[in-house]
T-cell receptor, first 111, second 112 residues
Framework: GNSVTQMEGPVTLSEEAFLTINCTYT??????LFWYVQYPGEGLQLLLK?????DKGSNKGFEATYRKETTSFHLEKGSVQVSDSAVYFC??????????FGKGTRLSVIA | NAGVTQTPKFQVLKTGQSMTLQCAQD?????MSWYRQDPGMGLRLIHY???????DQGEVPNGYNVSRSTTEDFPLRLLSAAPSQTSVYFC???????????FGPGTRLLVL
């Protein structure tokens, strides 16, 4: 079946540091890949997505590239801010199946 | 568009009580689902529906019922609440098979 594995947290970084959160997947067919973000006390909101191999999703300075050869969709940001502190979820959907999530990675950015 | 709405925002129940968590969407999405979120467990799928009249079980369906009589609404029923059902519940919807899934704001449930 479909599955997503993302790096365990928590991740603590200083402001302006470089962020990478690793995500790898297993899926049948040609999945779409997503990163969702959950700020404290809130629901999940879409951060970025990619629907086919080699696509790059980007939003708010975050980027992730759909790598079919390594089945990966790592999240990166060049310079994090305190306001980026949140939980980040990697997810995939393939065909008419439920969205499958990774367990989430908590990011804390300190000033 | 209001998107995905959930009511109530917060609920306290006693063990054995029943209740319904409401979820509605105004985007004409066919696909709707319910998740629960527990600390350290990520999101776990309870039930989902691919269209009106069609529902299926997810990863953790026990103790919950759903129905989908209209495209807009997808209520989640707790038949006899247990402390293990204390959690935050999220409803979500999406259009075609690989489109973005949108989430409601969540319902925080405490079972005493």
């Amino acid at each position: 079946g479909n599955s997503v594995t993302q790096m365990e947290g928590p991740v603590t970084l200083s402001e302006e540091a470089f962020l990478t959160i690793n995500c790898t997947y297993t899926a049948t067919g040609y999945p779409s890949l997503f990163w969702y973000v959950q700020y404290p006390g809130e629901g999940l909101q879409l951060l970025l997505k990619a629907t086919k191999a080699d696509d790059k999703g980007s939003n708010k300075g975050f980027e992730a590239t759909y790598r079919k050869e390594t089945t990966s969709f790592h999240l990166e940001k060049g310079s994090v801010q305190v306001s980026d502190s949140a939980v980040y979820f990697c997810a995939l959907v393939s065909g008419n199946t439920p969205l499958v999530f990774g367990k989430g990675t908590r990011l804390s950015v300190i000033a | 568009n209001a998107g995905v709405t959930q009511t109530p925002k917060f609920q306290v129940l006693k063990t054995g009580q029943s209740m319904t968590l409401q979820c509605a969407q105004d985007m004409n999405h066919e696909y709707m689902s319910w998740y629960r979120q527990d600390p350290g467990m990520g999101l776990r799928l309870i039930h989902y529906s691919v269209g009106a009249g069609i529902t299926d079980q997810g990863e953790v369906p026990n103790g919950y019922n759903v129905s989908r009589s209209t495209t807009e609404d997808f209520p989640l029923r707790l038949l006899s609440a247990a402390p293990s059902q204390t959690s935050v519940y999220f409803c979500a919807s999406r259009g075609q098979s690989k489109e973005t899934q949108y989430f409601g704001p969540g319902t925080r449930l405490l079972v005493l």
